[in-house]
């Protein structure tokens, strides 16, 4: 028998990765990873106005780089490559020409920010979040925000719409249609088809755009005319149906073939978002919560409906049919900062040396080395800290906060610092602080009658920090498993590849056969669960009163 092989394509926000799969038993035979470039130069975004965006170029040329390095370094026969499927953050939609361009790409609009990829962490568009919050609960229709948890946020597709066309007219007159990022990469990839019938992401759709089936699709074109003509004309050139990921959109295009390598036959897979796939990679089912942790988190479940039974959770990021496991349903909650709240005080303590070496006062070193070093060793540092009551206290919205209850405007806060408070007790804080908003999630979810019975971590965060896992078993007093793959969002979109190119018959049978297993379990140590009880609920007033003073 003739092994056959998946490629997954995970896009993350500094890079995108691809993992070669055998379709057979999940072996990865070969992986690569490639950095966004013009995203490291920072070009078209402004952090201090909470703007991120990005060409997509960047991605485009990481599909190129990652698939030539697994196709070369694996030595297997291209042509036993059956499937491809794109992951990629969320919300994270891009404007298109009715040739189905992305305006980046044309000349005129060559460098400007609101032509990019609007990246997920993009939070211009609190003041269009808060309109359709507000008009969601009084304009006397159907709440869309219902399976959205009953909040939009300006993470999300139409609210970053709406706050584009109002900054830019000439990019609200070009652009004929939008697509989420992991439905632009599929479609490009494909050949760029006819944009009514291409086959859009139901996890996209139902998390991001208030598409569900108890209304037809997407929001009523009268609700969104409410908001701004140009949103109700939109409707009708977006899309009607939506498909989960184990379908095929279509075969890769003959330029792509020729650009990666490979040939027409491979399936390429409806787009999803990375958080989704990596819940398949880590074999999610029913009542375990799997956590990708990275810059920031998302949490994923999945649900039988009659476990539900017709509910909705209150404060989450939805909750789709199919968006996870065809048949069931998938429930995403998330942190909007998790590493990126210890990355910035990494980078606050670097500023100086930045300085002195833009000044040429420091001899040539490797920043870069040197920055992974000082987490390390402010971890290793923190472990020693005495668990002290008094101890410098954090919150954790220095990029908003997304669940529970999404509200970007917030801000992160630190209490009980003094003149001898030092670098690894306030990094300790923030460590604590990302745990305590993991909590607030775990509690929202059972207070909704959702019990979590299993967390699974995965990503960057799972794999390299173990004083951050234990602290989060700690606080969660829970055991917290860690997938074995060091790619599991990529590993997870293969598996829907080879349910899409007709190796599995389901998504079922692809973990079944592919899944990789868990490498540890953190387990909570009792001696600290009563200390970060106590913590935790000082947490929790903290945090209110920075959310009462929050205008």
């Known amino acids: 028998m003739v092994d056959q092989y998946v490629i997954g394509l995970d896009f993350g926000t500094d890079s995108v990765r691809a993992v070669l799969v055998s379709a057979t038993d999940g072996r990865t035979l070969a992986s690569s990873v490639h950095g966004f470039s013009r995203w490291k130069d920072g070009l078209y975004c402004d952090p201090t106005a909470s703007r991120f965006r990005q060409h997509v170029k960047d991605h485009l040329e990481g599909i190129e780089n990652t698939i030539a390095v697994v196709l070369r370094e694996s030595r297997i026969d291209p042509s036993n490559v059956k499937g491809i499927c794109v992951d990629t953050t969320g919300s994270s939609p891009i404007a298109v020409s009715d040739r189905g361009e992305p305006l980046c790409n044309l000349d005129e609009f060559k460098g400007n920010p609101n032509a990019m990829v609007v990246l997920w962490k993009d939070h211009t ?293 003094n003149l001898g408070t030092k670098a690894p007790e306030i990094f300790k804080a923030l460590v604590e602080s990302i745990c305590f908003g993991s909590r607030k999630i775990v509690e929202r979810f059972a207070e909704e009658g959702v019990p979590i019975k299993s967390i699974v971590g995965v990503g960057g965060v799972a794999k390299k920090s173990s004083y951050i896992m234990q602290t989060l078993a700690d606080v969660l007093n829970m055991p917290i498993k860690v997938a074995q793959s060091d790619q599991t969002p990529a590993l997870g979109a293969a598996m829907y590849a080879a349910v899409a190119s007709g190796i599995h018959a389901d998504v079922g049978t692809a973990i079944k056969k592919m899944n990789n297993g868990f490498e540890k379990t953190y387990l909570p140590n009792p001696d600290r669960v009563s200390y970060y009880d106590n913590r935790y609920k000082k947490y929790v007033d903290l945090a209110t009163f920075v959310e009462s003073v929050t205008n």
């Open 125 to 417: 568009a609190i003041n269009e979040a808060a309109e359709i919050n507000r008009l969601a609960k009084t304009w006397g229709g159907i709440d869309f925000t219902k399976y959205e948890g009953g909040v939009y946020s300006s993470e999300w597709f139409w609210a970053k719409i709406l706050h584009v066309i109002r900054d830019d007219q000439e990019v609200k007159e070009m652009a004929y249609t939008w697509f989420e990022h992991c439905d632009i990469i599929t479609y490009l990839l494909v050949g760029s088809p006819d944009l009514k019938t291409f086959k859009r992401s139901r996890c996209a759709a139902g998390h991001k755009a208030m598409w569900h089936e108890s209304w037809g699709g997407l929001p009523s074109v009268e609700f969104l005319k409410k908001l701004d003509p140009y949103l109700a004309d939109l409707r009708d050139r977006l899309y009607t149906e939506t498909y989960t990921s184990d379908n095929i959109a279509r075969n890769l295009s003959n330029d792509w073939a020729k650009r990666l390598g490979l040939n027409t036959d491979v399936a390429v897979s409806v787009g999803t978002f990375d958080a989704h796939a990596g819940a398949i990679g880590a074999a999610v089912e029913d009542f375990t919560l799997v956590r990708v942790m990275g810059t920031s988190t998302c949490d994923i479940m999945v649900s039988r409906s009659e476990t539900l039974d017709n509910r909705t959770v209150k404060g989450i990021c939805g909750q789709v049919d199919g968006s996870v496991i065809p048949g069931m349903i998938g429930l995403e909650a998330g942190q909007s900062a998790f590493g990126d709240v210890l990355a910035w005080f990494r980078d606050v303590l670097f500023w100086s040396v930045n300085y002195l070496g833009e000044e040429k006062i420091l001899p040539s070193v490797d920043i870069d080395q040197i920055k992974e070093n000082m987490i390390m060793r402010l971890s290793e540092l923190a472990v020693g800290l005495p668990l002290e009551q008094d101890a410098p206290l954090a919150v954790d919205w220095i990029n908003g906060r997304r669940t529970p209850d999404a509200n970007q405007a917030l801000k992160a806060a630190i209490m009980n610092l």
